[in-house]
């Protein structure tokens, strides 16, 4: 259940960033897009732990038909896939790269997402997990002509745009007068 | 660069009747962040995929078919968003919290069967036996026998304070409270709260601030935007708005860093060890409290309710608009009245809090106040009575925020087994009369009242 033809409302609640930020990596409409058109999402730091934030999120993706790449350099299988140690290693493209590794790490990730870029393997969008925001980074890979979302979570997001986060009680900030996208 | 203040309507100029683009697509208006009177309306609700329809459905329905046993399992584990049974959610419920969260600046709502079971769920959502509460005692009466009478039995103190008292408040404070409570308009004398000083001790202290918001309604003051984390409402009042349908709501700005407040950071046995607070981030609190704290409770509102809930915050800012204009004119035509002793109404400039009400509820504080009858003890007592039963048009009953005005003298009704002096020390003096002035001619209100006072002189003369 996606959301109106045409999502114009602003989203502002709960992230850190300035609204000049927010312009930058936060934007409605890619946001959507995005996750309209993935398949694949590359789970950087996905935890085996079912208690854990990052497999809540990746369970649920894998619910709503995304082929979840996990990406843990201690793992072997995670949610029934094949772990890889680092983005580098994985051996075909990717649409999203969600990094559930703190900002010091963000570095490494984004050099590896922009070299396969450039060695035309894929062009991964880069998600930054709310509260985790390595901007340098972010504006590097912006730089290199990557998608980048930063300070937001991929699971709220796809609830907020495809009805669940709404049926939750929470302020999706989607107001529309068109009928809802089957 | 200069500032560009060219609103959405600049880049649209009208042809024949049709709306048109004059500037190429790239510069096209910014996402707009609608104003509270779209939000009445539309947050929340978007037509459905299948039927398109305009109104919001009411989904009479106890539970929902599950899309599989492995999505029934992620549902029952949280990790899936959907829903299981209606005392945990329903998709018309779901519509009312949207909507009251977009109004009131907040992250996500949690409608519960009552403002009592609003603030019961917050509390037990929050705290443990042993845990303390700090709390102003200018609070509805309801809720004063909650917090002494039902949290003590779960070994919960609750320390009442004079709410304009800031060194009261902190010594108050200690390392057992997880929470300060009070509510914008306080009962009984109208008092106002002063929400950021308050905020910023909540804050010094690393507890959030809850506020009962009920007399105000997110038009008239929005607590979170004064410092507050926690919102709770009566919806039954002024949110719904013709005395139709209980309700409440709990409502979290998702601004409170809960990553060491003990009940929504720790491990919680129900759910495999899931930490609410580390999982869900700006969501655990309310995750929390529908998921734990209302399933165990069972103090879910009724779809039908929500949905009449849903229609009295389509009109809120045009009631709200009128029920403080005709409250400003009663109060004014009752100060200047040779029976009446006091008027207790924040938009008066003689009442002490009418700087604070100025600041915190500048379009009106409500339309909730009580005034004194002139005289003393029994005679008094007699003379609300007298006057209560001449009223045509206000309605002796025991509510307040309807569409109709409300009338009672708690003296000879709530109250009426206590003394005088007792009475005296809850603040509810024999000679009050408390009003809730609503939505008719405000003409026909103080002929109303006129006529009252007039029967009052006759039975006195006799």
């Known amino acids: 259940m996606g959301p109106g033809t045409g999502v114009s409302c602003a989203v502002s609640l709960n992230t850190s960033l300035t609204p000049e930020q927010r312009a930058r990596f936060q934007d409605v409409g890619q946001i959507n897009r995005l996750l309209g058109t993935a398949k694949t999402i590359a789970v950087v730091g996905l935890s085996s732990d079912r208690q854990k934030a990052s497999f809540f999120a990746a369970n649920y993706l894998q619910d709503e038909g995304y082929r979840i790449v996990p990406v843990n350099p201690k793992a072997d299988a995670i949610l029934g896939e094949k772990v890889y140690p680092d983005v580098a290693s994985i051996p075909f493209p990717v649409d999203i790269i969600d990094i559930f590794r703190p900002p010091q790490e963000m570095d490494e990730i984004v050099t590896q997402a922009i070299a396969r870029k450039e060695k035309g393997l894929d062009a991964p969008a880069i998600w930054m997990q709310l509260r985790l925001i390595n901007l340098a980074a972010a504006e590097r890979a912006l730089a290199a002509g990557l998608t980048v979302i930063v300070d937001k979570c991929v699971k709220m997001e796809h609830g907020r745009y495809h009805g669940g986060l709404h049926f939750a009680g929470m302020n999706t900030e989607i107001i529309s007068a068109k009928k809802r996208k089957r | ?462």
């Open chain 2, 1 to 462: 660069m200069p500032c560009n203040p060219s609103p959405a309507r600049q880049h649209f100029a009208g042809m024949h009747g049709r709306l048109r683009y004059t500037t190429p697509m790239t510069n096209r208006p910014a996402p707009r962040k609608f104003g509270f009177e779209t939000r009445m309306v539309h947050a929340g609700h978007v037509p459905d995929a299948t039927t398109g329809a305009r109104a919001v459905p009411i989904y009479q329905t106890t539970s929902y078919v599950f899309d599989s046993a492995d999505y029934a399992a992620d549902l029952f584990e949280l990790k899936q968003y959907g829903n299981i049974y209606t005392r945990i959610s329903n998709p018309t419920t779901a519509v009312f919290e949207e909507r009251l969260a977009s109004l009131e600046g907040a992250t996500g709502a949690v409608a519960t069967a009552s403002g009592m079971a609003a603030q019961f769920v917050t509390f037990m959502t929050l705290m443990s036996p042993g845990d303390e509460l700090v709390a102003s005692s200018h609070l509805y009466g309801g809720t004063v026998t909650q917090l002494k009478q039902t949290l003590q039995k779960l070994s919960i103190k609750v320390t009442l304070v004079d709410p304009h008292d800031f060194e009261a408040w902190e010594k108050a404070i200690t390392k057992k409270t997880r929470a300060l409570y009070g509510e914008t308009i306080g009962n009984p004398r109208g008092s106002i709260l002063d929400q950021e000083r308050l905020a910023a001790l909540a804050n010094a202290h690393k507890i959030p601030l809850i506020i009962d918001n009920t007399f105000a309604t997110p038009y008239l003051c929005r607590p979170m935007e004064h410092g507050a984390t926690l919102v709770v409402y009566s919806a039954t009042k002024f949110i719904g708005g013709h005395g139709n349908a209980i309700g409440g709501a709990i409502l979290d700005s998702g601004n409170f860093d809960f990553s060491r407040f003990p009940t929504i950071a720790a491990p919680s046995p129900s759910y495999h060890n899931l930490r609410f607070f580390d999982t869900f981030g700006h969501y655990g609190f309310l995750i929390k409290a529908r998921a734990e704290t209302v399933r165990d409770v069972g103090a879910c509102v009724s779809p039908m309710n929500a949905f009449l809930l849903i229609q009295g915050l389509e009109t809120l800012s045009l009631r709200m608009d009128r029920h403080v204009a005709n409250a400003q004119r009663v109060a004014e035509f009752l100060s200047q009245n040779e029976n009446v002793a006091w008027v207790s109404y924040a938009g008066l400039p003689s009442h002490p809090d009418h700087k604070l009400a100025l600041k915190y509820l500048p379009k009106g504080p409500g339309a909730v106040f009580s005034f004194g009858l002139k005289g003393e003890g029994a005679q008094v007592r007699e003379d609300g009575k007298t006057f209560i039963e001449a009223l045509e048009l206000f309605s002796h009953l025991a509510n307040v925020g309807d569409a109709r005005s409300l009338v009672i003298h708690p003296a000879s009704t709530t109250h009426q087994q206590l003394t005088d002096e007792e009475l005296v020390q809850c603040g509810v003096g024999p000679e009050m009369i408390r009003l809730s002035v609503g939505l008719e001619n405000v003409e026909d209100l103080i002929w109303d009242l006129e006529q009252a006072f007039h029967a009052l002189s006759r039975s006195t003369r006799a």
